[in-house]
């Protein structure tokens, strides 16, 4: 019986294991495989790790610093010795189970939802520790104490036929011309599955006859680029492809498959199998941890000390939500620290927290802060004190004086703000500033930034002393999953808003709030239809976040009339004539509305007589757009049919959800790459734009380049949280980017490469009267690598992508630099307009 | 400090109002820039020029040795000195506001006002002079450059429909594809065609000259020879036919890229030089009218 046992090496299961050997506490560590550090054993050879946040002490027994995979690993494989760290390699845990009594009234609930939604609640009756871990291998290890560090990579999945459990299955390739002579069969058309059948295939010296085995006849998880290559070795008979083919069973020398044409046998030695991984949350909440929600992004439910909701088992690391090594490790010296009894213990970041406090009047300590605004600020009162540390770490607290700008409107921002002690005045109309609302102490402010991601849409002044905390945008979505209750309050103030914003500053909170209550908030997926021509539905939208299109059937085809951004509605026309809906809308990008039952809608009008005019002169806009077109039709259908694909091919690339995006004109596009030479130029000598990749449709080309959407895939899973949203609106990386690819995974316009920053070049002048560098524009791979030997330093690959030329004078240089005009950059709402599409710029 | 504190009123770093601008689309080529702005100015410069020497008594005959003449050479000589620096501002983007477009508006509309300018400077005195080859100079640095607006104006499009949607590298790559492909289709074939295709792999797609880059057309090309002697209905033949005809229309589509940007580009290497040469000849030209003054 151990006192400790940690599962997982990683960094945080490594420093919990070296606290605990320093301390002379008995332990364990199980590793599932041979070596310590799974995960960054398997970064690519000579990997630059990143230490951030720099301002972060470590505390830890073991030693981290920025460098190379293989030194960090070398560092941590000898100090693990050198601890005399009792670790357990090929231990991999399978279950978590408490020996001792039932704990009353203790009972985990797991929800599981099958894929045609269904859920399926099935309770675990918790037991008292000590715990006895299952290993794969059958053995058990018992321990009082549990600390599971294990992060989120999952576990592959397995192939569950007759015969799965044979040796020769197995799920990683680490080196392709390892085998040789044998017949080889790949599952899975994902790209890992695809990248080994073409690495096994690729020399024919190895002889190897290689089959991967396709489910149907698409490849909808793979990159396009893997694809073509695959479809090329097979068409070369390098290798075969088998689609719609599934495996039946295995035995040795031999598999049999399912095919469209019946059952086939054929040889084969070896089975990779690279159908994806599991997330390890089953696996956790069997342990009987709970989770924050069931949101897929949520974490487990922690106190202050990582414990979790199975007394004794200690969460830490990636899967307790800190994704940064330094993070992990302290975690793991801390928590060693608690269960040896060191309640006193301060966390390492209480010097970052503390200077976040260090401005405000009123002389707190750090707790009393955070206790201070937990209490005040009504959405964060279900936080426990852990998690307002975490909360804190990406959040501001600042103090305004009366008449202070909190934020202007029109200015890009996608906080959150909570009012812990004063109030604030919204200028709700910009023509008159003097006309404000109040926003008292305890709510919250600024949104609609954060759900609709667009500008904020009015200035905000402190009305007295106020003490705010800005909360960033993943500060909040965290918070949100971590905190039901906040999520609704959040939500029922946002449609309240929302309300009161779309109908100018006639109506109070008491006209609006029975529409809030029947209010209901919709997602819509890209292309789902929300509202249908000629139905008689009489509901009213409006768009939260993500934006729709406006299409009417004209002849046989649908025409584009319009593009709604988040923050219009729409659906009132049917509501007040009583009409059929006279266009459909559909959401251009995945989206969320605001459903306002039209009986509710309708009673507001007829109590608000102006609010009635104010809707129909709206109308009135909106009706002259559709006349307009439909006229348009009549007399040059040509241009009307232009200008409708145009639109819906722009949308079709992104543009619906892009704030600034780069086009060019091929009618005046000459392919001189100025555009390309001068981004590099103005950025470190690397370009963040291709402008022949991507599609064309009449003659307008969407480059490979960022949109700076108002929702940026990038930002979804960045560990060190560099991917933010500049003053001018620019969605831009900070130089904490650890280099680990995930925003270049995340965007689905490929508009991020990851490189290490090129030596500088001689100037200009040196070039052009002596030949000196490689000229304008990006040099060539070889340049820069010969020019950075020569240098001596070796800098680390880092993500980079277009920042809207922010800070640099005169704005985007890719559309200063064109020499003809073919490079514009615009927005959706101003350039997805009949005028703007239908133009002759020539 | 002023434009930082109204940079402050919009919330960011000033640049709101200016992007705004800017995404609400300055969607206009070189030649309509700002409303035809230069070619407005041009049109000015070259009226005000005929006026004056059509109005003013230049004495004993107008030349470009009167107060006039010298004032139009004056104004010709910085227009050419500016002029050529359009290579230089192509390739320094930063730091300065503003836009290469606007630069070529005014460089092909004040260049082409130098026709009028350097004209009426010479008074029409011409003869086999320094100041004469100059001036010779400088029309051939014209009529190149309007062989340049033409094709900037037309081929265009042509690139854009060649191109569908394909990149330089995917081309070539398209073109590997092919090859490998080819490769193992020919084994099965005789030695005399295997021959042929092999010569049609070996050889340099690029090969050809200059000439054949502008033309397009490549008469010794290997892929069109076995194109035309393979034949045959066996199996491997209709293969290999099959994929030397896919490889003859990848080469035409890359072969058709080279040949659009050669178009664009080949004028460039003839105004560049003759305009180095019209500025050392202006310089003769100058220092000569002032030794002999």
């Known amino acids: 019986m151990f006192k400790v046992a940690i599962i997982g090496s990683g960094p945080a299961g490594l420093s919990a294991a070296a606290r605990a050997a320093a301390l002379g506490l008995s332990h364990v560590l199980l590793e599932k495989t041979d070596h310590l550090s799974d995960t960054i054993y398997k970064y690519q050879k000579g990997k630059h790790v990143m230490a951030t946040p720099s301002n972060l002490v470590l505390r830890s027994d073991i030693d981290f610093d920025a460098g190379k995979r293989e030194t960090i690993l070398g560092i941590w494989d000898e100090q693990i010795a050198g601890h005399k760290v009792n670790v357990k390699y090929h231990a991999e845990a399978k279950a978590i189970r408490g020996t001792g009594d039932p704990i009353p009234g203790s009972v985990q609930q797991i929800v599981s939802r099958a894929r045609d939604g269904t859920k399926n609640v099935k309770e675990i009756q918790r037991h008292a520790p000590p715990y006895a871990i299952e290993l794969t291998n059958g ?101 075969t492809v088998r689609n719609e083919s599934e495996t039946k069973s295995i035995e040795p020398g031999w598999i049999t498959l399912t095919t469209r044409d019946g059952e086939i046998r054929i040889r084969c030695d070896r089975i990779i199998a690279r159908i994806g991984s599991a997330p390890p949350r089953a696996f956790v909440e069997e342990c009987g941890i709970e989770f924050t929600s069931e949101d897929r992004g949520a974490f487990p439910k922690l106190s202050p000390v990582f414990e979790s909701t199975a007394p004794g088992i200690f969460v830490i690391g990636a899967l307790a939500g800190y994704p940064l090594i330094k993070h992990c490790m302290n975690q793991g010296h801390d928590v060693i620290e608690f269960i040896n009894g060191n309640t006193d213990l301060k966390p390492a970041d209480e010097p970052i927290i503390a200077a976040k406090f260090a401005n405000l009047p009123g002389n707190r300590s750090t707790e009393e802060w955070l206790e201070f605004l937990r209490a005040n600020v009504s959405i964060l009162n279900g936080m426990n004190p852990l998690q307002m540390r975490e909360f804190m770490l990406d959040s501001e607290a600042k103090f305004y004086a009366p008449g202070e700008v909190i934020f202007e409107r029109n200015a890009p921002g996608s906080s959150l703000f909570g009012i812990a002690s004063g109030s604030v005045a919204v200028e709700v109309n910009p023509a008159d500033p003097s006309i404000t609302i109040p926003i008292e102490t305890g709510s919250i402010f600024g949104e609609v930034g954060l759900i609709s991601g667009r500008r904020r849409g009015a200035t905000i002044r402190a009305a007295e002393d106020t003490i705010v905390v800005e909360i960033s945008r993943l500060a909040a979505l965290k918070l949100q999953s971590q905190v039901p209750s906040a999520k609704k309050a959040i939500e029922r103030i946002s449609i309240e808003r929302q309300l009161l914003q779309m109908f100018g ?42 934006s729709m299109i406006v299409e009417k059937q004209i002849g046989d085809r649908p025409v584009f009339l319009s593009y709604l951004p988040a923050g219009s509605y729409f659906g009132e026309m049917a509501v007040v004539d009583g009409s059929t809906r006279t266009a459909t809308v559909k959401a251009a990008i995945k989206s969320e509305v605001i459903r306002l039952p039209g009986e509710g809608f309708l009673e507001l009008l007829e109590k608000n007589p102006r609010l009635r005019e104010r809707a129909l002169k709206d109308m009135e806009g909106r009706r002259a757009t559709n006349a307009f077109i439909e006229g348009q039709k009549d007399s040059f259908s040509g241009a009307v049919d232009l200008y409708s694909k145009t639109a819906q091919f722009l949308v079709d690339n992104g543009i619906g959800e892009a704030t600034d995006v780069l086009l060019i004109d091929e009618k005046l596009c000459i392919g001189c790459d100025n555009c390309e030479k001068a981004c590099a130029d103005s950025h470190d000598g690397l370009s963040r734009l291709d402008r022949e990749a991507g599609k064309t449709y009449a003659h307008l080309h969407v480059p490979t380049s960022c949109r700076h959407c108002e929702h940026p895939h990038c930002m979804a899973d960045c560990p060190p949280n560099a991917i933010k949203r500049g003053p001018d609106g620019e969605v831009f990386i900070d130089e904490t980017c650890i280099g680990c690819g995930n925003c270049q995974r995340n965007c689905p316009y490929g508009v991020i490469r990851m490189d290490a920053k090129p030596p500088k070049k001689p100037s ?19 340049w820069r690598k010969k020019a950075a030997e020569a240098e001596g330093v070796q800098k680390p690959k880092q993500a980079i992508k277009c920042d809207m030329c922010s800070g640099i004078d005169g704005g985007p240089a890719c559309v200063r630099a064109c020499p003809t005009g073919a490079a514009i950059r615009v927005s959706p709402d101003k350039f997805l307009t009949f005028t703007k599409l239908t133009e002759d710029a020539e | 400090m002023a434009s930082k504190a109204a940079g402050k009123a919009t919330g960011g770093t000033g640049r709101f109002t200016q992007d705004e601008q800017r995404r609400d689309s300055d969607h206009v080529s070189f030649l309509k820039h700002k409303g035809f702005r230069w070619l407005w100015i041009a049109l000015g410069l070259c009226g005000a020029s005929i006026a004056g020497y059509l109005l003013i008594d230049q004495q004993p005959r107008p030349n470009g040795g009167t107060w006039y003449g010298y004032t139009l050479g004056t104004i010709g000589f910085a227009l050419i000195l500016w002029l050529s620096l359009l290579g230089v501002r192509k390739r320094r983007i930063n730091p300065g506001v503003w836009s290469l477009k606007a630069w070529t508006s005014a460089h092909v509309y004040l260049g082409l006002s130098l026709i009028v300018i350097g004209t009426l400077h010479t008074g029409f005195q011409i003869g086999w002079n320094v100041h004469t080859l100059a001036y010779v100079l400088m029309l051939l640095v014209i009529f190149t450059g309007i062989y340049g607006v033409w094709v900037y104006a037309t081929l265009p499009q042509s690139l854009s429909a060649n191109r569908k949607e394909m990149t330089r590298k995917q081309m070539l790559e398209a073109l590997t594809a092919i090859d490998r492909q080819l490769e193992s289709a020919a084994q099965p074939l005789g030695r005399a065609e295997a021959d042929l295709v092999i010569e049609a792999l070996g050889q340099d797609i690029f090969a050809g000259g200059p000439l054949a880059r502008l033309t397009g057309s490549y008469p010794g090309c290997a892929t069109a020879r076995a194109l035309k002697s393979i034949g045959g209905s066996s199996e491997a033949a209709t293969r290999v036919t099959a994929l030397l005809e896919k490889r003859s229309e990848q080469l035409a589509q890359i072969r058709g890229q080279l040949r659009i940007r050669a178009m664009l580009e080949i004028w460039l290497f003839i105004h560049i030089p003759l305009t180095i040469a019209l500025i050392a000849a202006l310089t003769a030209h100058v220092i000569s009218v002032f030794f002999y003054w």
């Not at chain 1, 200009?764 to 070889?782: D, I, R």
């Open chain 1, 139 to 239: 053995e058990t290890v018992m321990a009082e104490n549990v600390i599971l560090a294990i992060g989120t990579q999952g576990n592959p999945n397995r192939m569950r036929c007759p015969g799965a459990d044979l040796p020769h299955v197995q799920y990683q390739l680490d080196d392709p011309a390892e085998y040789v002579d044998e017949h080889i069969v790949i599952v899975g058309t994902g790209d890992a599955g695809i990248e080994n059948a073409r690495g096994l295939a690729e020399d024919p010296a190895q002889r190897n006859t290689v089959s991967i085995l396709n489910r149907g006849t698409e490849f909808p998880t793979a990159k396009a680029a893997n694809v073509s290559a695959l479809m090329a070795d097979h068409e070369a008979g390098k290798l």
């Open chain 1, 505 to 546: 500053s006639g109506l109070t909170r008491e006209d609006v709030a029975p529409l809030v209550e029947a209010a209901q908030v919709q997602e819509k997926r890209a292309g789902e239809i929300v509202v249908t021509e000629g139905a008689d539905d009489k509901d009213v939208y409006i768009i939260r976040r993500g």
């Open chain 1, 764 to 782: 200009l002048l040196q070039w052009m009267l002596f030949g000196k560098g490689p000229g304008p524009g990006e040099a060539s791979y070889s």
